[in-house]
């Protein structure tokens, strides 16, 4: 048995989940992430997560929603560019 770890380490570890979880699904979605813009918990257990997309410098974001509880992107939002269009997560 292993004891519980602090607070901090436990948020750390659930703002890395955050991270990789996003990644992977705006990679899955053709998106092309090439920074970590921005990643703020909004609320408990929800998170905005903001992606600097491909390529670098063009000013595209793709933000992303997330439900840490849930674990599954809950919206994201394309930003910048010629984009700005919304979509609902399946």
Do not use: C, H, K
Not at 41 to 61: D, M, V
Request: charged fraction near 20%; aromatic fraction near 8%.
């Amino acid at each position: 048995m292993y004891p519980e770890p602090p607070n901090t380490v436990q948020q750390e570890l659930g703002y890395n989940d955050v991270i990789r979880i996003g990644q992977e699904y705006a990679a899955s979605s053709g998106y092309e992430v090439v920074e970590v813009a921005e990643a703020v918990q909004t609320r408990p257990n929800y998170w905005r997560i903001r992606f600097g997309l491909a390529p670098r410098g063009s000013g595209r974001l793709l933000e992303v929603e997330f439900d840490q509880a849930q674990r599954q992107v809950v919206g994201t939002t394309e930003v910048g560019g010629a984009a700005g269009r919304g979509t609902p997560a399946p």
